[in-house]
């Protein structure tokens, strides 16, 4: 049987489930039914050919969740750790036992008790609202699968006191696997938040995972967001990541693109209040095969918002970039002011990049621009440095940090910048040899 | 020439001009001083028209017209200039083109032929001489990349060549080093006749060493608390505007 | 705020001053599209029997294709069943000189300011005049013809270059390209034709004026301009249409080939009628423009200035096949009340160092919606491509659109392509600078608008600058109170 009629089936048994999150599902199902999965003529999906992780006989996450244990979490621990909220999803399911929730000011609890809780309103409202700006069968996948997800949220004037590390561990020592974590992030007013994310799969075998988080960030709440992918070089993965700042808020997003086989993201900011600001960085640096694709969306539907976003692209060996960078200003989204630029060296003569800004303006009185540099090392530089002394390759990748910094610098938590420095120069050490 | 008769404006609701009353006849200099946020600058825009103000009360009189009835461009062509306090840059279009245009613009508004290409070159070199300004500055786009010393002295070209009956040079030294303040007074004196009047805003004192005012006036909390010759502005440069405000704070 | 700026929304109608009708007598033929139609043509054009197969092969395929809907532009369908393929201004003879060309046909052209009597006094330009569906005359041609230069209309070209029409016809924009491409493949009409042999500098402006005057009419015009080695040729199209209710059609295929150190530089203003205020009637531009840079050194650049038609869809696009070979694209396009216009370019480096540079200027007023759209790219052969894009729009008003879709494909790493945009308005502090200065806002705003779009209107041939300055002012006039 072809995996997409295996989780056809598993979709159309989930549907048939009676509990809160059916209706959310047989909604998502129809949209999938209609869409299908992305063919390259579909705009958003060009250039990354998602449709072929499906060819391989992908398998439909178990419901348990023991079989990954503690010991098999430590190679992707990430710096903090210890004091952190964890979360800790299996194959896309949450794993309570390996999970630890210090902060009193977090809730954690099921998608389904949510829908029973006092924030049933809340989750109705936001759950698959990322779709209303993904119209693909990607997104509606994971909606239609909905299982294991988890709501949380930071109360009200509360920082959380510690930051909460998110870890999506793919089980694939015996089987290809497909694993769909799903997590609504609630901010209220005035709340803080750092976050950590990373992936990690484990055995040989190849893995999808498609993953969703919708977070909605309340009136003067903050969001620091941080997004490592470093999995294995034959795990491939969506990551959807949709923000709504519904009031007056703070948003700082950086992801860190390493290894992966597909690796694409979407990062949605819907700011829907007056004076929101948001910054959007992303580092992406890859070797091999890897295909990277960073798709962001950022929509200015009310005035007076800021937004920056800045991503970076070091593509080695034979790797393919891609960044879509869509900024819509809305008519009444008057005073906004929205900036964007990407730009990528391609140190290999096998590597490539396709790029595509897009800024969509309704309203007059705005201040936008955008612009985009595909490019190699700057022969002066290098030049500069051999001068000095420094051989060419130690001097490339003197240059090639040097260009990254601008991204790691957002990286505020110093225990996980120096982290993700260490990656990033034994990366480029490799890119160098 | 200029009658202030009780005039009161403000932005937004807020008021800032609070009734101010303000003579201007031909051939004299008038320097309007006072502490920021007086209300000097919002004094300049509302003669000028700029159309964020609103003018709530009084009336002001320009050479027997109902000056608040006209359009800012109206107002130019009545012979009102206002030297802004920061130059608008408009990238593509050179001075000589703006200039031209404006020219025959307010030519037009008085009934006069429009200059032909020849003469208003003419008219332009001698006024280029007259204000000490370089002609590569006037081809290049408007304000576009001008130090701050460049951009007041093209709004002082622009007052010669445009011959107003009444300049108001808005801070017109704010940012600008002792050698660029004598040269744009300099521009300003030789425009003078004894048939158009200045007035001055500004801060400080200094650029009255260059311009010489017949009449210094203090602008306080939207009005004028205070009004004298050139030595009023020696005495304020002494004591500094906390004597003002604590003179007026409840006025 | 008082009257000058309030009233930025208040969008009063301009007048397109080319819309007034000929009265022509014209030859049709029915409306409707079927292979019968295009024989009629091809008969009518007294055309070899294989172009009218290479016609009837354009049919058959667009017959397959559906329409393009991937452009930022909505419009009515158009029902291809209902429009005339073939107008052509009755003439009792074949006219020998312009002399004996129909005076009223003269007078039209003198309205639209082109007199093609007095071209040789005036402006020193060769004109080649199309009407609807055909060529009414070209000047200059004998003084031309001195040089080895071929500038005569694309019937005659049939006729007397049959081996050039041959080899080049459909050589960059296959039939098959598009569906427009296709369309026009198989019903075009007219059109001109140029070459400029080895080494020859073209000494005048060629241009070709296009019009529309017949009702119901759609214009398929196909260009082709041939520069053989180390030749140089500028060349300007204008169009007009008089102002009706009902959209009409234009899809028109322009092909350039640059050979060895050949150049090509080639200026649009185009300027059909783009419906009332309402958004009634108007053109439907659908045109496709491609050039290739074929030999090593060879340069094409594109200029247009877009100020007419109810919907545009364009792409003058180089191929730049030629080691070192150069492609450029300058462009203003302005769009007021409801036209849509998706326009941009396509940059593809084949060749090694090859060069290109775009620069785009978009300015929307009214409720009119203006997109960018280009493609980039990079090949893996092409060794040390540069390109540089600028795309720039300026907003006149708060219910018009601006849309930037740049396209960027890099398979080379010695490649450096940068891409810049912005987006802005004109400031209210700009407009009331002007004021202040004696200047009233109509004509502020036109200053400020002629700055912003300077880099490309200073590609204009001198000729046309001018004219297309006041165009652009005529475009915007009533877009800010």
């Known amino acids: 049987m072809s995996t997409v009629t295996t989780i056809k089936e598993k979709m159309d048994l989930l549907a048939a489930k009676a509990d809160q999150l059916a209706p959310v599902r047989q909604a998502a199902l129809k949209a999938f039914n209609n869409f299908g999965l992305p063919a390259p003529k579909h705009e958003e999906w060009k250039y990354t050919r998602i449709g072929n992780v499906f060819n391989l006989p992908l398998q439909w996450a178990p419901d348990q969740v023991d079989a990954v244990t503690a010991e098999d979490l430590k190679p992707f621990l990430l710096p903090g750790h210890e004091e952190a909220n964890v979360l800790v999803f299996v194959n896309g399911v949450y794993a309570s036992a390996l999970s630890v929730i210090r902060s009193a000011s977090i809730e954690c609890m099921s998608l389904e008790a949510a829908m029973d809780s006092g924030y049933a309103e809340l989750v109705a409202a936001n759950l698959g609202h990322s779709g209303k700006y993904l119209t693909d069968g990607i997104n509606a996948l994971s909606t239609a699968s909905l299982r294991g997800g988890v709501f949380l949220t930071v109360k009200r004037s509360k920082d959380a006191e510690h930051p909460l590390f998110v870890y999506n561990i793919t089980d694939a020592r015996q089987v290809n696997m497909l694993s769909q974590p799903r997590v609504l992030l609630h901010l209220a007013e005035n709340a803080g938040l750092q976050m950590m994310e990373t992936y990690g799969t484990i055995g040989s075998q190849e893995s999808f995972t498609n993953q969703v988080m919708e977070v909605v960030v309340e009136k003067d709440a903050r969001f620091e967001y941080y997004k490592i992918q470093n999995d294995a070089a034959h795990a491939s993965q969506v990551s959807t990541t949709h923000i709504r700042q519904t009031g007056k808020s703070f948003v700082h997003a950086v992801t860190i693109s390493l290894n992966g086989a597909i690796v694409r993201n979407n990062l949605n900011l819907v700011m829907e209040a007056e004076y929101c600001d948001s910054h959007m960085y992303g580092l992406y640096c890859m070797q091999g095969k890897s295909h990277i694709d960073n798709h962001t969306i950022v929509d200015n539907v009310m005035p007076h918002c800021e937004s920056n976003e800045f991503y970076k692209g070091i593509m080695g060996d034979a790797s393919t970039g891609v960044f879509n960078g869509k900024i819509f200003v809305r008519q009444d989204a008057q005073k906004t002011n929205a900036f964007q630029s990407n730009k990528n060296v391609l140190i290999s003569d096998d590597a490539s990049v396709n790029t595509k800004p897009q800024l969509e303006i309704f309203a007059d009185d705005v201040k936008c621009s955008h612009g985009c540099t595909i490019g190699r090392l700057d022969e002066d530089g290098i030049f500069y440095l051999r001068s000095r002394g420094i051989p060419d390759q130690v001097a490339k990748s003197l240059l090639l940090h040097s260009f990254a910094m601008d991204i790691l610098e957002q990286i505020k938590p110093e225990p996980l910048r120096n982290y993700v420095d260490r990656l990033v120069s034994e990366r480029l050490a490799y890119e160098m040899e | ?251 | ?481």
């Not at chain 3, 080649?128 to 071929?150: M, R």
């Open chain 2, 1 to 251: 020439m200029l009658s202030i008769k009780n005039l009161q404006a403000g932005i937004e609701g807020k008021d800032i001009l609070k009734g101010i009353n303000l003579d201007i006849k031909p051939g004299e200099v008038h320097a309007i001083m006072g502490p920021n946020g007086s209300g000097k600058s919002t004094l300049a825009s509302v003669l000028a028209g700029r159309q964020d103000y609103e003018v709530t009360g009084g009336s002001v009189e320009f050479n027997g017209k109902d000056l608040l009835e006209f359009s800012p461009e109206q107002r130019a062509g009545e012979g009102l200039f206002l030297a802004f306090q920061y130059p608008v840059e408009i990238p593509g279009l050179s001075t000589v083109n703006f200039m031209k245009t404006a020219v025959n613009e307010v030519r037009k508004y008085r009934g006069e032929e429009p200059l032909d290409a020849v003469a208003f070159l003419k008219l332009m070199k001698e006024k280029m001489a007259l204000v000490n300004i370089s002609k590569e500055l006037l081809t290049r786009s408007l304000n576009e990349g001008f130090s701050g010393g460049e951009k007041k002295r093209n709004e002082v070209f622009q007052m010669a060549m445009l011959e107003p009956k009444l300049a108001i040079l808005d801070e017109t030294d704010s940012g600008l080093d002792i050698d660029a303040i004598r040269i744009a007074a300099h521009g300003v004196n030789a425009i003078r006749t004894k048939d158009n009047a200045v007035l001055v805003i500004t801060h400080y004192q200094r650029l009255l060493d260059y311009i010489v005012p017949d009449f210094v006036h203090v602008l306080y909390n939207g009005r004028i608390v205070k009004s004298g010759t050139k030595e009023l502005a020696l005495e304020l440069e002494e004591t500094g505007y906390d004597q003002i405000k604590s003179d007026y704070q409840f006025a």
């Open chain 3, 1 to 481: 705020m008082n009257d000058g700026l309030s009233t930025i929304e208040k969008t009063i109608a301009s007048d397109y001053k080319y819309g007034f009708t000929s009265d022509l007598e014209a030859e049709s033929a029915p409306k409707g599209l079927n292979e019968d139609i295009i024989r009629f043509i091809s008969a009518k054009k007294n055309e070899p029997g294989w172009l009218l197969e290479w016609r009837l092969k354009a049919y058959r395929h667009w017959l397959t294709m559906t329409e393009p809907n991937w452009a930022n532009v909505n419009y009515p369908k158009v029902d291809f069943q209902d429009v005339i393929y073939y107008s052509a201004p009755k003439q009792r003879v074949k006219p020998n000189s312009l002399d004996e060309v129909d005076p009223e046909l003269l007078r039209t052209f003198e309205k639209l300011g082109i007199s093609m009597a007095e071209q040789k006094r005036l402006t020193g330009v060769a004109v080649d005049a199309v009407i609807d569906s055909v060529s009414v005359g070209t000047s200059f041609k004998e003084e031309l013809a001195e040089l080895g230069i071929i500038f005569c209309s694309m019937s005659e070209a049939v006729q007397e270059h049959p081996e050039l029409i041959k080899k080049y016809l459909g050589s960059v924009v296959p039939m098959t390209d598009n569906f427009y491409s296709a369309l026009n493949s198989a019903v075009f009409t007219d059109g001109s034709f140029c070459y400029i042999p080895k080494g020859v500098r073209c000494p005048m402006e060629l241009s070709t004026y296009f019009r529309i005057n017949a009702e119901n009419t759609g214009q398929f015009e196909r260009t082709l301009i041939v520069a053989d080695e180390s030749s140089y040729v500028s060349y300007l199209e204008g169009c007009t249409a008089p102002m009706r209710d009902e959209n009409q059609l234009h899809a028109a295929v322009v092909e350039l080939i640059a050979l060895d150190h050949a150049e090509i530089k080639y200026s649009t203003v185009q300027n059909w009628y783009p419906g009332d205020k309402d958004g009634k009637g108007g053109i439907y531009n659908f045109v496709t423009k491609r050039g290739i840079c074929q030999g090593a050194h060879s340069k094409i650049s594109w200029t247009q200035v877009e100020t007419g038609s109810a919907v545009t869809w364009k792409y003058p696009s180089c191929i730049l096949k030629g080691d070192y070979s150069v492609g450029e694209f300058y462009s203003v396009a302005v769009t007021n009340h409801h036209q849509q216009a998706d326009t941009g370019t396509k940059m593809i480096h084949l060749g090694k160092n090859t060069r290109s540079r775009i620069v785009s200027k978009g300015i929307s007023a009214g409720v009119s919606q203006n997109s960018y759209r280009g493609l980039v790219s990079v090949s893996k052969n092409a060794a040390n491509a540069r390109n540089f894009s600028q795309c720039d729009s300026l907003l006149l008003g708060d219910r018009c659109g601006a849309h930037t879709f740049p396209y960027i494909e890099v398979k080379n790493s010695s490649a450096q392509v940068e891409h810049e945009a912005t987006t802005s308005k004109i400031g209210e502090d700009q407009i009331f600078y002007c004021n202040q200065r004696g200047i009233d806002t109509e004509t502020a705003v036109a200053l400020i608008v002629n700055g912003f779009a300077k880099e490309v209107m200073n590609q204009l041939p001198m000729e046309f600058a001018v004219e297309a300055q006041k165009l652009l002012a005529i475009t915007l006039e009533g877009s800010v109170g």
